[in-house]
């Protein structure tokens, strides 16, 4: 017979396997939030207002609306695809992780045609902007967030 002791630690082994096979080490965990940018009015409606002031440095747009977020798990080499306003598709690979850094390939496409295909060095933890392509009156604008 089995100590109730003894049972509770297989438990925990098992519990603390499974969660670590889940989630294989070579993978990485994306958080993207996509804005929609645009020079019509002067709305700025974002979840993360950590973000104004980077947008304001790095763009010259005066509305700034978010319209979705989503986690992307990358596994090492693995295509990741999710559909993006406008019936653009966002691919993401993960390619290396090296010294705090992770590399990871970004390519934004509709209809056959590239609108964006580069390889960022994210700092991890940190946030990368990446700005789109066209949508109906305004830009696309993701914001690529690791390690949080």
């Keep these: 017979m089995i100590k109730p002791w003894k049972l509770c630690l297989l438990t925990m082994g098992m519990l603390i396997g499974l969660t670590v096979s889940a989630f294989p080490e070579d993978t990485t965990r994306i958080h993207v939030t996509i804005l929609t940018a645009s020079n019509f009015g002067s709305d700025f409606n974002l979840e993360n207002d950590a973000f104004r002031d980077q947008l304001l440095n790095l763009f010259s747009y005066t509305s700034y609306n978010q319209t979705d977020k989503f986690f992307i798990d990358l596994p090492r ?3 990741q695809s999710r559909t993006l306003p406008g019936g653009y598709e966002f691919i993401l690979t993960l390619q290396n992780k090296e010294s705090g850094r992770i590399l990871v390939q970004a390519v934004i496409r509709k209809g056959g045609q590239q609108y ?8 991890n933890p940190g946030v990368v902007f990446l700005g789109g392509p066209p949508v109906e009156k305004g830009v696309l604008i993701l914001v690529l967030e690791t390690g949080y």
């Design 77 to 79: 080499a693995k295509r």
């Design 116 to 123: 964006v295909d580069t390889v960022l060095s994210i700092l």
